[in-house]
T-cell receptor, first 110, second 115 residues
Framework: SQQGEEDPQALSIQEGENATMNCSYK?????LQWYRQNSGRGLVHLIL?????REKHSGRLRVTLDTSKKSSSLLITASRAADTASYFC??????????FGKGTTLSVSS | NAGVTQTPKFQVLKTGQSMTLQCAQD?????MYWYRQDPGMGLRLIYY???????DKGEVPNGYNVSRLNKREFSLRLESAAPSQTSVYFC??????????????FGPGTRLTVL
């Protein structure tokens, strides 16, 4: 079934470094969203990028979308220990529901 | 605003027992969703309700039933629990009927263990 594939599955960096994670998908989408999940908590929406947009910023987050390559990337600049979490891409299509990927686990050490 | 609330937070069942997971949102959202999250599997949609009075199956509906009691509440029922239903269950809501067009707001989850 249509699902986003995040890459890498796990990422470990030092505080202050940038973190980049990618999401690839197979069919057409209306929008792509990124969510964060802290350990033991629910998901929190970070950013939504529509299919006609190429780049979007929100604070230290930068998301790109390349519909020709069917891929998106999430960049977190100047990472902090508090950014330690799992990050999920979610695909928005013509239907009502989002399709979530399996996530990237980010660990930021101080 | 409390956002999306779920009860209970934890539950242990024996195989064959039944239970209902409760979810409520106070944001006047139209769409509500139930997901399960298993290690290494991401979130999988069980059922959703695009608006009050409607429900639809998601990717993994077998063994579950849902009720959209009113605009605020969306419950998930396990009629005869099985160990394969051990998981963390999340409820979510989104403002518009076309839920895939806008962000979803998640509850804190219910950790269910079926022995």
């Amino acid at each position: 079934s249509q699902q986003g594939e995040e890459d890498p599955q796990a990422l470990s960096i030092q505080e202050g470094e940038n973190a980049t994670m990618n999401c690839s998908y197979k069919t057409s989408i209306n929008n792509l969203q990124w969510y964060r999940q802290n350990s033991g908590r629910g998901l929190v929406h970070l950013i939504l990028i529509r299919s006609n947009e190429r780049e979007k910023h929100s604070g230290r987050l930068r998301v790109t979308l390349d519909t020709s390559k069917k891929s998106s990337s999430l960049l977190i600049t100047a990472s902090r220990a508090a950014d330690t979490a799992s990050y999920f891409c979610a695909l928005g299509g013509a239907g009502t529901a989002l399709i979530f990927g399996k996530g990237t686990t980010l660990s930021v050490s101080s | 605003n409390a956002g999306v609330t779920q009860t209970p937070k934890f539950q242990v069942l024996k195989t064959g027992q039944s239970m209902t997971l409760q979810c409520a949102q106070d944001m006047n959202h139209n769409s509500m969703y139930w997901y399960r999250q298993d290690p290494g599997m991401g979130l999988r949609l069980i059922y959703y309700s695009a608006s009050e009075g409607t429900t639809d199956k998601g990717e993994v509906p077998n063994g579950y039933n849902v009720s959209r009691l009113n605009k605020r509440e969306f419950s998930l029922r396990l009629e005869s629990a099985a160990p394969s239903q051990t998981s963390v269950y999340f409820c979510a809501s989104s403002p518009r009927r076309q839920g895939s067009y806008n962000e979803q707001f998640f509850g804190p989850g219910t950790r269910l263990t079926v022995l």
